[in-house]
């Protein structure tokens, strides 16, 4: 919900003050002016961003009654004919309110003043106005100081709220803020200079030329940052995207390269096998009758023993040292073997002789 404020200038004020201290009775009139619905955004790094809607009332100008009682009945009733004569040339959208003005009271409305209140905003079709009051006391008994308290309400839901006031001119700004304070109700001089230079400095929408060449530039360089942003966002998806195609790629070479290295320690391990056995076969085809390559296994009588029972190695070498051991002899008799030729070289031996 909206926060209400009312905001007036200090001209306007000490304008109330002096005409209610050189009155002899109470005062009240109307309250020109407009009212708008600001929001305010503030954004920090520390937190999420903090939207603060304020309405505000700003007191522009006040028209004062020549008697009380004058646009209202006794029962509170409002007279708009009355009311229009007040305003004379000023327009009924003008009015966001009404005031009074009374002495050595306290700060609150009284009854008639709030039925007076709900007529008048239904009488103006205007749901959105302020009631000010005013009320001045003697602090010295001889009046040479006085004390002005003035106050602003506003109707919430058939309820007065009191609702703070800021004048303008009064206190420190603070800094880095802004007071948005709108142009007073102006005399026809002031309009007719106005129009006159001001199409000099204005521009046809009320701004300063400057504001809208300042606005021109802040466009085109948030279109050319948008642009960029976007130009940034579409590059670094595409180095996303490479970055992923390049990883895939690696692992395909990853694995390539151990089914590669699988596949060359089975190759490694099947040429020497292929390699001996090539090697056997030439070596058996150059050499097959080379008597070097003969052997023959004995038996302990130093018979050569047939083919059909080979006895295992380990049992051969057994049975030949255990009979080299026995008989010494038989030493020269496998070497005697070994020198003696072959079988078809002893027969013509024997025949010869």
């Known amino acids: 919900m909206a926060e209400p404020t009312v905001r007036m200038s200090g001209i306007v004020l000490a304008s109330l003050m002096f005409q ?145 006031v800021l004048v303008n001119n009064l206190g420190l700004l603070e800094q880095l803020s802004y007071w948005k304070v709108s142009a007073p109700c102006s005399a026809a001089g002031y309009n007719l200079t106005m129009k006159r230079h001001g199409s000099k400095f204005f521009s046809p929408n009320g701004f300063l030329r400057e504001v809208n060449d300042m606005n021109k530039m802040n466009d085109s360089l948030q279109a050319e940052l948008q642009k960029t942003c976007s130009d940034v966002e579409e590059s670094e998806r595409l180095v996303e995207t490479l970055l992923a195609e390049v990883s895939s790629l690696r692992r395909r070479v990853s694995e390539k390269k151990k089914k590669k290295s699988g596949e060359e320690d089975e190759d490694a391990d099947r040429v020497p096998a292929e390699q001996n056995l090539r090697l056997r076969e030439a070596v058996r085809a150059l050499f097959s009758c080379s008597p070097l390559f003969h052997s023959q296994t004995l038996t302990l009588e130093a018979f050569p023993v047939p083919d059909d029972a080979e006895p295992t190695p380990t049992t051969t070498a057994q049975e030949i040292n255990s009979a080299l051991n026995l008989n010494p002899g038989s030493a020269n008799t496998r070497k005697r073997l070994k020198e003696t030729p072959p079988l078809r070289e002893r027969k013509r031996r024997k025949s010869r002789s």
């Open 20 to 164: 209610h201290v050189n009155s002899d009775s109470d005062v009240e009139g109307l309250i020109l002016g407009e009212s708008k619905i600001e929001e305010q955004v503030t954004i920090s790094d520390s937190q999420a961003d903090h939207i603060h809607i304020e309405e505000i009332y700003n007191v522009q100008k006040h028209i004062a009654c020549h008697k009380l009682n004058n646009f209202y009945n006794s029962v509170g009733d409002v007279n708009v004919d009355t009311v229009k004569k007040i305003l004379a040339d000023n327009k009924e959208e003008s009015v966001i309110g009404w005031y009074r003005q009374r002495r050595n009271t306290e700060q609150q409305m009284t009854f008639r003043e709030r039925i007076v209140h709900e007529k008048l905003q239904s009488a103006l079709s205007n749901p959105h106005m302020i009631f000010v009051l005013l009320t001045p006391s003697k602090l010295t008994s001889a009046g040479s100081t006085h004390r002005m308290e003035y106050a602003a309400f506003i109707s919430r839901s058939r309820r007065f709220v009191n609702v703070p």
